[in-house]
């Protein structure tokens, strides 16, 4: 399996990995199953900007890199260009990722998003549209069929 040097960048020197106490808001993804699950702070100013965001993440040096990748994106960014950020641009910001790892990315999007969910959430506004969106670890279904597959062989 081939990692872009960004990706090996991206695990080896992770950028705003750690906890935030005083986060604005929260969001946590995953799996313990497949064993990636990660948790993206925000602190979000009166403006509706991203003045900072940090992550945390158990899991492999996809999901790390793609955490990472994502808090970089949405750094200094308003809500709800955050909101749009994909996992498909994440994986392009990072020149690519394996086939097998392209979970990582979706849950890197998911972790976002759910951080969002919990702004909106303490402010009051509805979120009942954007959780349709946030599928708890969705990509980890496929990653566990994935998983069965190489252990039936």
Same mark, same amino acid.
């Given at each position: 399996m081939l990692y872009s040097e960004k990706v090996m $960048?991206?695990?080896?020197?992770?950028?705003?990995?750690?906890? =935030?106490p005083d986060a604005t808001a929260i969001g946590e993804?995953?799996? !313990? %199953?497949?064993? $990636?699950? =990660? %948790?993206i702070y925000l602190k979000i100013d009166e403006n509706e900007i991203i003045t900072d965001c940090k992550f945390e993440t158990?899991?492999? !040096?996809?999901a790390i890199a793609t955490s990472s990748m994502a808090t970089e994106l949405i750094k200094g960014k308003p809500v709800s260009e955050a909101l749009?950020?994909?996992n498909s641009a994440v994986v392009e910001a990072l020149d690519g990722l394996p086939p097998v790892k392209m979970h990582c990315s979706v849950l890197a999007e998911e972790a976002v998003k759910a951080a969002i969910i919990d702004y909106y959430k303490k402010i009051g506004r509805d979120t009942s549209e954007l959780e349709q969106m946030v599928i708890d670890c969705e990509s980890c279904h496929a990653h566990e069929e994935e998983q069965t597959h190489k252990a039936a062989e």
């Open positions: $960048d991206h695990f080896s020197h992770p950028r705003n990995v750690g906890e =935030m993804v995953g799996n !313990a %199953k497949c064993g $990636d699950i =990660m %948790k158990f899991g492999c !040096a996809s749009s950020l994909t």
